[in-house]
């Protein structure tokens, strides 16, 4: 059976460890080769579809199951999406998975370790956290529980960007879902 083009690449792992940087450089990826994708990113989604959503465990599942309907919907269409958000809870990430199909959901963990993630502090968030400044902070004061089988891990401390984009992109060729090279339309 076929899968067309349609998947999710579903980034998971703290705030700055990479879902974002790699998302992109996926994304420029496909772009190069004109394969039309969608990238639903979680702080831009909690902008728009999940304004005004908090980070109680509700909040965050809800948010978690906007982000894996819209993919959805897209996927099952041959639209590729790849998603970069923290996703904290297994059983959540995991019913997204169910709902989008195992054949053409991709989870990739983004690990880094937490003296990493502080010293990096990209988006200065890690250091307000560590002063207590932002309640229910993933890592620092809300749980984050990394996937037990995820279809990769790629570690933002010991690879460069292009090496973990390298990894994801070969995962993605060897499972058929893109070509290294797009064929030209016959005309
Ligand atoms: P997130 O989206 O997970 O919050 P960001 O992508 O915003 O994280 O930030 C990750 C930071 O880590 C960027 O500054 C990026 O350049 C850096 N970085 C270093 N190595 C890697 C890697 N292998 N993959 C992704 N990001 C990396």
Known sequence: MSLGNGFTLWFTGLSGAGKTTLAQEISRRLARQGVGHEVLDGDV????????????????DTNIRRIGFVANLLTRHGIPVITAAISPYRATRE??????????????YVEAGLDTLVSRDVKGLYKKALAGEIPAFTGVSDPYEAPLNPSLTVNSERETVQESADRIWNFLLQRGLVAEKRELAAV
């Open 95 to 108: 019913e997204v998975r169910r709902e989008i199909g195992y054949d053409r959901f991709v989870e990739v």
């Open 45 to 60: 989604v909690r902008t728009h579809l999940s304004k005004g959503l908090g980070f109680s465990r509700e909040d965050r």
